[in-house]
């Protein structure tokens, strides 16, 4: 309610009223004095009224209540140290690969006039801190290393000898490539052994057997020269460059190993092969399975020495690096 207005109102009727309360005489010319007196004193009463109206203070409407709108705060961008995913230590490769527990089959230790490529070459690569076991031709002490408890990273199986053969050793190697092991198989007598008890082994890898490969005394050597089919494959050039085992100088007659293709499963690549432009048959070297396996049907023994042997270094190299990387 405006309060000054009203007691403004008040205060002038009752000066009114009181102006009015004045005696009032009955001369004429006291009369008109007397009324002349009370209404200039009306006069003043008013103008006094309308003074202390404009004098007022003026009291302001209530300012509007104002509800601000809720403020958000945009979280920090993750700093880059934050962000980044934390990684793992690197894997020193060359160090596991020192520490293998590596079992080896090779038929051609009892034998004086040969050397074991496959025995010296492992020996020269300094493993330590595995178990490497060499079973050497008895194909019974590399089945037992091979049912035992020892977990086996690389199992190697280099059949040469030409007065026997078996398939047996193949048997209990098929549990270690399905939990990820590295195998290399060298084989002459694929023919004979193709539907037994390595075939699950071939199926799996992604070859199989092509056909038999002869050599009589008469031979044309360059008829059993190797072509490498891709130069650039690890396989060859890892630790080792290799050339291509181009001339033979054989150890054995007759039977001089076996060609193989490729098959409908796997992943198999081949890498050595009678004829550069044949990239799917008549191959001597693949590898498969991601790398963790290779198999050669070539003998080792009909080439120079100072070839297959840094081959061989090869092979057991990429085999377990291939077995250290296999995630399933």
């Known amino acids: 309610m405006n309060s000054p207005r009203w007691f403004m109102k008040l205060f002038v009727l009752v000066l009114a009223a ?3 309360s004045i005696p009032v005489t009955t001369n004429g010319g006291d009369a008109d004095i007397e009324e002349t007196r009370v209404a200039l004193a009306v006069q003043q009463t008013g103008m006094a009224a309308q003074q202390m109206t404009m004098s007022a203070p003026t009291i302001p409407p209530p300012a509007e209540t104002y509800t601000p709108y809720p403020t958000y705060t945009l979280p920090a ?3 880059e140290e934050a962000s980044e995913a934390p ?3 690197p894997v020193d490769m060359k ?3 020192k ?3 590596i079992l080896i089959y090779e038929d051609i230790v009892g034998d004086p006039d040969l050397v074991p490529v496959v025995t010296n070459t492992v020996n020269a690569m300094g493993f330590s801190g595995g178990r490497i076991m060499n079973a050497g031709d008895g194909l019974g002490r590399f089945k037992e290393y091979a ?3 020892t977990k086996w990273d690389l199992m190697i199986v280099a059949a040469e000898e030409r007065r026997s053969f078996s398939g047996e050793m193949f048997e209990v190697m098929y ?4 939990n990820g092991g590295a195998v290399v198989i060298e084989v002459w007598y694929l023919d004979d052994v193709a539907s037994g008890k390595i075939a699950p082994i071939l199926s799996k890898c992604g070859v199989s057997f092509a056909r038999d490969w002869w050599r009589d005394n008469q031979y044309d050597p360059f008829n059993y020269s190797i072509y490498w089919l891709d130069k650039y494959h690890p396989l060859l050039s890892t630790p080792n460059t290799v050339t291509a085992p181009s001339y033979p100088y054989p150890e054995w007659f007759g039977d001089a190993g076996d060609l193989i293709k490729l098959g409908s499963g796997g992943d198999a690549v081949l890498v050595g092969g009678l004829f ?3 990239k799917t048959d008549y191959g001597v070297l693949a590898s498969c399975l991601g790398g963790r396996m290779v198999i050669q049907t070539f003998s080792t023994h009909d080439y120079k020495l100072d070839i297959v042997q840094p081959l061989w270094e090869n092979y057991i190299t990429y085999t377990l690096t291939k077995h250290y990387e296999y995630v399933p």
Do not use: M
């Open 276 to 278: 550069a432009s044949r």
């Open 77 to 79: 961008p993750p700093s």
């Open 147 to 149: 049912n035992s408890a």
């Open 175 to 178: 549990d270690h490539i399905n």
């Open 87 to 89: 990684t793992s230590a």
């Open 99 to 101: 520490a293998s527990n």
């Open 18 to 20: 009181l102006a009015c």
């Open 95 to 97: 160090a596991l690969i």
